[in-house]
Each structure stands twice: as structure tokens, then as C-alpha cells.
């Protein structure tokens, strides 16, 4: 089905943290290199942007194999934040990246304490050309028994407060699943200075071989990502939104552009794609176009009018 000659393209753009995007497909963290990776096989420029590798004061070499396992309807990762570190991140990729005309950039990062984030962030603040910080804090604080940042609603409101306070950019705080309350989370996030917040981050999960008895992954448990968890990941964002006033960028399990629209309806401002990148390394700009189509089949004049327009009676 085509959309009607004399009808104007739909309008995909969106606006999330003072960024403009257009259109709300992002390339989600750890699902898409630094980019420069996917340079021949997708048009970058397509995508409404990209969330880099997350980045870490340090480079780090990340867990042993094997550290993927396919599940059903989803994938298990312990790679453990393998990365190259924020200095060699602005030396070598950012120019790279910089020469891309038209693409907007995000930096994950990360860390184990929180001068690890507030170092991270003082590097990242030297480099042109970082649309914004996403912070990732579904990582085991070592100084409070590895507990995760993004577990406990004291260390997260510490830790978004010291990024906020370093970071010369919008600031998104990626929230974890492995909590009781999302809301409160999504909650102490704005309170605490957050411009937007992401989710869903991965789910603490595992597989066991039942022949040889071992885990699947070496690290023994691992993050739940894929279609499996696209209903869960819904209802949060759905909860997050009616907590919150700043927006929200959704993620977990999207594979085609109704699941965007899903996500959108349910609160989401933008969308992530994840390990749908590992079926296919072409599914951002896939579902980008496939989202052109749907809007238009549908007569959707601007996707940003759905956001939280979901029908309850
Ligand atoms: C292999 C892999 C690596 C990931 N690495 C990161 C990371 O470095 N930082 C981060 O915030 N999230 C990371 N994630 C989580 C994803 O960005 C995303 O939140 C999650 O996979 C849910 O989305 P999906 O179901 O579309 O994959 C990773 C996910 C996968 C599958």
C-alpha cells in the first residue's frame, strides 16, 4: 500500500533533550560498535542517531567467551563493557565520526564509582561533536558492596547528580530493569537532573547447558535482550511516563516499526534498537523506512503527536 499521491510525507522528526532527531530510531549501546563499524552497510545518516560502545575512564578488555548465547526470543550478553576507553574514543573515532555529515552521536558511559563517571564525562567534555551523555548505571558500584547504581535510588541519585553537575551536555540516565519500582526510579532520575531518560537496559538473566551441566556464559549470569523482553520492557516505559515530565527514550525487544509505535503510545518520545542489529546489521535504517511506510498507510501526519496516546476505555 502506498500513501495517496497529493498526501505530504509523514513528518518523523522528534525532539528529545533540546536534540533534534529525524525521526526517533536510535541505534542502541553495545548493539552498534562506534558507529564507524556500520558505516558501509547503513546509512548513518538515515538514522535519527546512534549511542556509541559505552565508554569508560580506562579501556577494558571485557569478560572471557563465551559471552553471547541465543535464547528463546532473545539474546544473553556478558561482554562485559568491553571498550577502548573515553581518551582513545575522542582521539581515534570522534574525527572519523565528525566527517559523517548529518548524524547525531551519543556517548554512553560508565563506570564503578563515582569519580569514575565524573572522569569519564571531564574527558568526554574535550571531544566536539557529542549530541549528548547517556549514562548507563546498571554497573556494580564497588565501593557499595557492587551493588548497582541504578538499583539503589541513593546511589543513583548521587551519581546523576555528579554527571549532571560535570557534563557540559544534555545528560540521558539509561535505567536498569533489575529493580521493584521503575517509576521511583525514573522518578529520582529527573529529580536529580536527568534531561531524558533511557529504558530499558538489559535483564539479569542466565542459561545452563543441561548435558554438560555448565552455564552458558562464562560469567555464569548475563543481560536478556530481544523481543523477549519487549512486553516488560513496555510496561516500564509506560510506568516511567507517568512519573516523569522529562522525555523518554524506550527500548527492549523492537524489531519492527508497529513495535515503535507500541513504545511511542506507551510514553516513549524515541526508540532504541538493539539486538536486532545482530539478525540483521541492516535493521536500523530497515525499520526507519519501514516506519515511513506504516505512517503513511496509516495517515500518521507527525509521529511525535503519538507519544503517550495510548486508548484505555
Ligand atoms: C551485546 C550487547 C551489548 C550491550 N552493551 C551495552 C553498553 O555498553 N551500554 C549500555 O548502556 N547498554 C548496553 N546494552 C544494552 C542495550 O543497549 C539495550 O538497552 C538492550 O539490549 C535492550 O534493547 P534490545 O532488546 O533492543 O537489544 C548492550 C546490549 C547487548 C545485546
Given at each position: ?230 512486553p516488560?520492557?513496555l510496561r516500564?516505559v509506560y510506568d516511567a511516563a507517568h ?5 523518554i527514550?524506550g ?6 516499526a508497529s513495535d515503535i509505535i507500541e513504545f511511542l503510545l506507551a510514553g516513549a518520545t ?24 506504516y505512517c503513511?498507510d496509516h495517515g500518521i501526519e507527525r509521529i511525535s503527536e503519538l507519544t503517550g496516546g495510548l486508548l484505555t476505555d
Amino acid at each position: 500500500m502506498t500513501a495517496p499521491p497529493n498526501r505530504p510525507a509523514p513528518d518523523l522528526s522528534v525532539s528529545v533533550a533540546g536534540i533534534t532527531l529525524k525521526n526517533p530510531v536510535i541505534a542502541a549501546s553495545g548493539t552498534f560498535g562506534y558507529g564507524l563499524e556500520f558505516e558501509d552497510i547503513v546509512h548513518l545518516d538515515r538514522l535519527g542517531g546512534f549511542v556509541v560502545k559505552g565508554l569508560s575512564r580506562e579501556p577494558m578488555t571485557g569478560n572471557p567467551p563465551p559471552r553471547l548465547y541465543e535464547t528463546t526470543a532473545g539474546m544473553l550478553n556478558a561482554i562485559g563493557l568491553q571498550n577502548i576507553g573515553a581518551r582513545a574514543f575522542l582521539d581515534e573515532k570522534l574525527p572519523k565520526l565528525r566527517e559523517i555529515k548529518n548524524t547525531v552521536v551519543f556517548a554512553n558511559v560508565f563506570g564503578y564509582t563515582r569519580e569514575d563517571y565524573e572522569r569519564t564525562i571531564q574527558i568526554l567534555n574535550e571531544g566536539e561533536g557529542i549530541a549528548a551523555y547517556e549514562l548507563n548505571v546498571s554497573c556494580p558500584n564497588t565501593q557499595h558492596g557492587g551493588i548497582q547504581f541504578g538499583s539503589d535510588p541513593h546511589l543513583l541519585d548521587e551519581v546523576v547528580r555528579t554527571a549532571k553537575r560535570t557534563s557540559n551536555r544534555p545528560l540521558i540516565v539509561k535505567l536498569s530493569p533489575n529493580v521493584t519500582s521503575i517509576a521511583q526510579m525514573a522518578h529520582v532520575a529527573q529529580e536529580a537532573g536527568a534531561d531524558a531518560i533511557s529504558l530499558i537496559n538489559t535483564f539479569l538473566a542466565m542459561a545452563i547447558d543441561p548435558e554438560t551441566r555448565k552455564p552458558r556464559i562464562a560469567n555464569v549470569t548475563a543481560g536478556l535482550s530481544g523481543p523477549a523482553i519487549k512486553p516488560i520492557a513496555l510496561r516500564m516505559v509506560y510506568d516511567a511516563a507517568h512519573a516523569v515530565k522529562i522525555p523518554i527514550i524506550g527500548m527492549g525487544g523492537i524489531a519492527q516499526a508497529s513495535d515503535i509505535i507500541e513504545f511511542l503510545l506507551a510514553g516513549a518520545t524515541a526508540v532504541q534498537v538493539g539486538t536486532a542489529s545482530y539478525w540483521d546489521p541492516c535493521a536500523t535504517e530497515k525499520i526507519v523506512d519501514a516506519l515511513r511506510m506504516y505512517c503513511e498507510d496509516h495517515g500518521i501526519e507527525r509521529i511525535s503527536e503519538l507519544t503517550g496516546g495510548l486508548l484505555t476505555d
